[in-house]
Nanobody
């Protein structure tokens, strides 16, 4: 079982920045972890991928809507993954969820953190 605890959401004006953090109860060195990432869900919409970082690869996937504005990173010794969000837009408003996928492709989710961008 993997526990994920998110922090860093809040209210920000358009053009501003926020950094989300997610602390995991499992080591990112573990071969049982395939990837870590961030998803978001806006009201009335399906949950969508924001950024995905494979554990054992340098390839990172970003949603087209956030490319060039958002950056995912990890602090391996602290088992923490971050999402730096710059040039925020009102359409980025959503609940953001941290995700870890294990080697059996089972998903683990954080509780979610609200990000609200005002125009």
């Amino acid at each position: 079982q993997v526990q994920l605890v998110e922090s860093g959401g809040g209210l920000v004006q358009a053009g501003g920045s926020l950094r989300l953090s997610c602390a995991a109860s499992v080591s990112f060195w573990s071969p049982s972890i395939n990837s870590m990432g961030w998803y978001r869900q806006a009201p009335g919409k399906q949950r969508e991928l924001v950024a995905l970082m494979p554990t054992h690869s340098v390839a990172i996937n970003y949603a087209d809507s956030v490319k060039g504005r958002f950056t995912i990173s990890r602090d391996i010794p602290k088992n923490t993954v971050h999402l730096l969000m710059n040039s925020l837009k009102p359409e980025d408003t959503a609940v953001y969820y941290c995700n870890v996928k294990n080697s059996l492709n089972k998903d683990f989710w954080g509780q979610g953190t609200q990000v609200t961008v005002s125009s």
